[in-house]
């Protein structure tokens, strides 16, 4: 499993442990996010994000080590220097096991804040996700627009729906419209030039699933 790294991005995904939905109703949805701003926010850039009822796609950017290192410093009361009889002795480094520890905490803090609250509400019991999420790590433009495509696509790839614009809970709407609380829109339309070309982008892949599906009808 690809280890989160500080200025990487990832394509991160993840199911319901089982055959359960982890989202049923527009609430759980917007509680989800609402944790998700709260843990992830803070270590991620987030780029693209799409949630369904069993399962949910995310294209982040992990931050810069020195942000990464200065939140641990500030949770976890870490030094920058250690001290001997007043004076300065040397500097006290988080190591990069520290940073990878950390990131995948928030991530595991989201999920567990998020299924105790979906478990009182619904009166269940249990893990609501698989423990270990999925990610892979982005190495180049091409990957880093399809990622954010498919991301968008997921809910018509699924049956959902026939358009970008009909399932409320994916980022595409929020970038299209430059309005957004999650997403780092200006950062993302810059890699795709622009609005106009980002939505053109999606069109021509949309259009060729919609070709590719059409074909394997029989």
């Not at 478990?119 to 423990?131: P, T």
């Not at 729906?161 to 430059?178: A, G, K, P, Q």
């Given at each position: ?6 200025n ?15 989202f ?11 944790k998700y ?6 270590i ?17 950017r ?22 001997d009889f ?11 096991g ?7 905490k928030?991530?595991?803090?989201l ?42 696509r ?6 959902f729906c ?9 980022s595409?709407?929020e970038?299209?419209?430059r309005r957004?609380?999650?997403i ?10 622009s ?15 919609n070709q590719?599906?059409?074909?394997e009808?029989p």
């Amino acid at each position: 499993m690809e280890k989160l790294i500080p200025n990487l991005s990832y394509h991160i995904f993840n199911h319901a442990n089982g055959f359960e939905n982890i989202f049923s109703e527009d609430e759980n949805y917007r509680f989800f996010l609402d944790k998700y701003k709260l843990y992830i926010a803070p270590i991620a850039e987030t780029y693209a994000y799409c949630l369904l009822p069993n399962h949910f796609h995310l294209v982040v950017r992990i931050r810069r080590k020195e942000v990464i290192e200065e939140l641990i410093r500030n949770k976890y009361n870490f030094p920058k220097v250690s001290f001997d009889f007043g004076k300065v002795r040397e500097e006290v480094n988080v190591s990069d096991g520290d940073i990878e520890k950390y990131l995948s905490k928030q991530f595991s803090n989201l999920f567990s804040s998020y299924t105790q609250s979906f478990n009182r509400m619904y009166k269940r019991m249990g893990s609501l996700f698989i423990k270990n999420f999925r990610r892979e790590v982005i190495l180049d433009k091409e990957y880093f627009l399809n990622a954010v495509v498919y991301t968008h696509r997921n809910p018509v790839h699924h049956g959902f729906c026939n358009r970008y614009t009909d399932w409320s809970y994916t980022s595409y709407c929020e970038i299209s419209e430059r309005r957004s609380e999650v997403i780092d829109v200006n950062k993302l339309l810059a890699v795709f030039k622009s609005k106009e070309h980002f939505v053109d982008f999606h069109k021509q892949n949309l259009d060729k699933f919609n070709q590719s599906t059409e074909l394997e009808a029989p």
